[in-house]
């Protein structure tokens, strides 16, 4: 905002310029009329800026217009160099300082003219008054700028993803007669290439957000062209293209590509850079200002892609919610995470974040931790942590819940228990490698970016690992629920928490510790089924 002391440096400013022959009046008048027009602005005021030049309604459009273009942080105006004249003229300077973040300023000065109307001192408007180069035809705005984008790398070598483009197809309420006609159309038409988009999951959406477009999917460039002409008939679709990062191999999935995706863009966000440019009606823009630093190095990830299409190949063997999550026991590498078309429907990351009932399986684990803690509620977490039970393990641009334990934020520790513990595959995963290894290691998903564990990392009770490693003996014998797995030489355990599950698999075997949960009839034998086709 303008102050009272600005409004005196611009009278003194204009009589130090032999003024004050003319009257003090018109000299004020100048004064005032400068430090209103400069206060509009650095209150990003158009309305109220233009109100003080020769010609309101266009000087709103190009001020209007340029402020929010150019997005600012901050704007300071200053006029200076005030001349006035016989004839009811003054001419200025106004020196403009733009402000987009730290480190990211812009300032020049411009000239202008004032003339006293009837209505008193105006600016006369000219749109090179608010920033040279701008004028009927020439806008002014800033963008981001953004250096050559990393590449992504799978654990074993090959490109994981590229940057593409793909077309976001929605649906407008507003423009089908028929709206459930329309979801049934899209469903159909891109069936082929997004089998999970049905006229449920569009009626879902559409009751999640009943006062907008109803967003499809994302597809691809490739695929787009080959199905655009069926598309165009549908009524009340539109798509729009938008830049995105694409997995190169399309025959992997994993609700780890949305975590991968969110590090590579806080990578480029860390490396962005700025630019003002001149955008005339016609033709490229030209750079005015700005900067552009160097890019980040390209991210290398954890997934390895065999491994992921093993585990993958692994899950679909089910007509029923399946998952499965494999870690590195020696560097916490996330090394995949599968999750079959019924697991999908329930949510988009169930092996990361989906979270159910443990049931028997970690039954001997929790009897020696209830009697070692009782309900001392630090001696249990003392215990817990460092398997990773209920530790958050945040990652750059990756979701992961470990599990859910009874009575946590109480003084007083809950008994663990078939029923009171929930874990998700993620969490199920971790807790086998540091049974196998002896002690907790943080995972990462991009080399470099290990999670940061809420609780410290530390040794394995020796009781714990014991009647862990007893009972995944005793399940692997000729005799125990495992025995059909004896001779993939895979150390496990395995469990049902009633006859609807869910059923889970949680063994090791090398380097890889993994942990499979099924949901719905028969999860038991499901998980046993989806680690045989693991296994091999």
Same mark, same amino acid.
């Given at each position: 905002?303008?102050?009272?002391?600005?409004?005196?440096?611009?009278?003194?400013?204009?009589?130090?310029?032999?003024?004050?022959?003319?009257?003090?009046?018109?000299?004020?008048?100048v004064?005032?009329?400068?430090?209103?027009?400069?206060?509009?602005?650095?209150?990003?005021?158009?309305?109220?800026?233009?109100?003080?030049?020769?010609?309101?309604?266009a000087?709103?459009?190009?001020?209007?217009?340029?402020?929010?273009?150019?997005?600012?942080?901050?704007?300071?105006?200053?006029?200076g160099?005030?001349?006035?004249?016989?004839?009811?003229?003054?001419?200025?300077?106004?020196?403009?300082?733009w402000?987009?973040?730290?480190?990211?300023?812009?300032?020049?000065? +411009?000239?202008?003219?004032?003339?006293?109307?009837?209505?008193?001192?105006?600016?006369?408007?000219?749109?090179?008054?608010?920033?040279?180069g701008?004028?009927?035809?020439?806008?002014?705005?800033?963008?981001?700028?953004?250096?050559?984008?990393?590449?992504?790398?799978?654990?074993?070598?090959?490109?994981?993803?590229?940057?593409?483009?793909?077309?976001?197809?929605?649906?407008?309420?507003?423009?089908?007669?028929?709206?459930n006609?329309?979801?049934?159309?899209?469903?159909?038409?891109?069936?082929?290439?997004?089998?999970?988009?049905?006229?449920?999951?569009?009626?879902?959406?559409?009751?999640?957000?009943?006062?907008g477009?109803?967003?499809?999917?994302?597809?691809?460039?490739?695929?787009?062209?080959?199905?655009?002409?069926?598309?165009?008939?549908?009524?009340?679709? +539109?798509?729009?293209?938008?830049?995105?990062?694409?997995?190169s191999?399309?025959?992997?999935?994993?609700?780890?590509?949305?975590?991968?995706?969110?590090?590579?863009?806080?990578?480029?966000?860390?490396?962005?850079?700025?630019?003002?440019?001149?955008?005339?009606?016609?033709?490229?823009?030209?750079?005015?200002?700005?900067?552009?630093?160097?890019?980040?190095?390209?991210?290398?990830?954890?997934?390895?892609?065999?491994?992921?299409l093993?585990?993958?190949?692994?899950?679909?063997?089910?007509?029923?919610?399946?998952?499965?999550?494999?870690?590195?026991?020696?560097?916490?590498?996330?090394?995949?995470?599968?999750?079959?078309?019924?697991?999908?429907?329930?949510?988009?990351?169930?092996?990361?974040?989906?979270?159910?009932t443990?049931?028997p399986?970690?039954?001997?684990?929790f009897?020696?931790?209830?009697?070692?803690?009782?309900?001392?509620?630090?001696?249990?977490?003392?215990?817990?942590?460092?398997?990773?039970?209920?530790?958050?393990?945040?990652?750059?641009?990756?979701?992961?819940? +470990?599990?859910?334990?009874?009575?946590?934020?109480?003084?007083?520790?809950?008994?663990?228990?078939?029923?009171?513990?929930?874990?998700?595959?993620?969490?199920?995963?971790?807790?086998?490698?540091?049974?196998?290894?002896?002690?907790?290691t943080?995972?990462?998903?991009?080399?470099?970016?290990?999670?940061?564990?809420?609780?410290?990392?530390?040794?394995?009770?020796?009781?714990?690992?014991?009647a862990?490693?007893?009972?995944?003996?005793?399940?692997?014998?000729?005799?125990?629920?495992?025995?059909?797995?004896?001779?993939?030489?895979?150390?496990?355990?395995?469990?049902?928490?009633?006859?609807?599950g869910?059923?889970?698999?949680?063994?090791?075997?090398?380097d890889?510790?993994?942990?499979?949960?099924?949901?719905?009839?028969?999860?038991?034998?499901?998980?046993?089924?989806?680690?045989?086709?693991?296994?091999?």
């Amino acid at each position: 905002m303008r102050t009272r002391a600005a409004v005196i440096a611009l009278a003194a400013a204009l009589t130090a310029a032999g003024l004050s022959g003319c009257g003090d009046s018109g000299a004020s008048g100048v004064s005032d009329m400068l430090g209103g027009y400069t206060a509009a602005l650095d209150s990003l005021n158009a309305i109220n800026a233009a109100q003080l030049t020769s010609s309101p309604s266009a000087a709103a459009v190009v001020l209007g217009q340029t402020l929010r273009d150019m997005h600012p942080t901050k704007l300071e105006v200053t006029a200076g160099n005030v001349q006035r004249y016989s004839g009811g003229t003054a001419t200025f300077d106004l020196t403009t300082h733009w402000n987009f973040g730290p480190d990211r300023d812009w300032e020049y000065t +411009t000239h202008g003219t004032a003339t006293d109307l009837s209505i008193g001192w105006r600016i006369q408007w000219d749109p090179s008054v608010l920033a040279p180069g701008i004028n009927a035809t020439t806008t002014l705005r800033q963008i981001r700028t953004d250096a050559p984008a990393p590449r992504v790398l799978a654990k074993d070598g090959p490109d994981l993803m590229f940057a593409g483009t793909v077309h976001k197809l929605s649906i407008d309420p507003s423009k089908t007669k028929d709206l459930n006609a329309s979801f049934a159309e899209v469903a159909k038409i891109v069936a082929p290439v997004a089998p999970l988009i049905t006229v449920a999951s569009l009626t879902a959406e559409a009751k999640a957000n009943p006062n907008g477009p109803v967003p499809v999917v994302d597809l691809r460039d490739d695929d787009y062209a080959v199905l655009s002409d069926d598309l165009s008939d549908v009524p009340g679709l +539109t798509q729009v293209p938008a830049p995105d990062l694409l997995i190169s191999d399309r025959q992997l999935f994993s609700p780890l590509f949305d975590g991968i995706k969110g590090a590579w863009q806080a990578e480029r966000d860390a490396t962005q850079g700025w630019a003002v440019q001149l955008v005339p009606a016609s033709g490229p823009p030209t750079r005015v200002v700005g900067y552009q630093g160097p890019p980040g190095p390209d991210l290398r990830t954890s997934m390895d892609t065999k491994v992921q299409l093993q585990a993958e190949n692994a899950v679909v063997q089910l007509g029923q919610p399946a998952a499965m999550v494999v870690v590195s026991i020696s560097s916490g590498a996330v090394l995949a995470a599968a999750q079959n078309n019924q697991a999908s429907t329930v949510s988009s990351s169930w092996a990361l974040t989906g979270l159910s009932t443990t049931g028997p399986v970690l039954e001997p684990l929790f009897s020696v931790i209830n009697k070692a803690a009782g309900t001392d509620a630090g001696k249990q977490k003392n215990l817990l942590d460092p398997l990773g039970i209920g530790t958050d393990f945040p990652m750059t641009g990756v979701q992961t819940v +470990t599990a859910s334990l009874p009575g946590r934020a109480g003084a007083a520790s809950a008994q663990l228990s078939a029923d009171t513990v929930k874990m998700s595959p993620f969490g199920a995963a971790l807790m086998m490698a540091a049974l196998a290894k002896g002690q907790m290691t943080a995972p990462y998903v991009v080399q470099g970016q290990a999670a940061k564990p809420s609780a410290p990392l530390g040794v394995v009770n020796a009781d714990v690992r014991k009647a862990a490693t007893d009972a995944m003996t005793a399940t692997m014998a000729p005799s125990g629920d495992g025995s059909d797995l004896a001779g993939t030489k895979v150390r496990g355990l395995v469990g049902t928490n009633g006859p609807d599950g869910p059923g889970w698999f949680i063994g090791f075997r090398g380097d890889q510790a993994f942990a499979i949960m099924v949901t719905g009839p028969t999860s038991g034998a499901g998980s046993l089924q989806v680690a045989s086709a693991y296994l091999g």
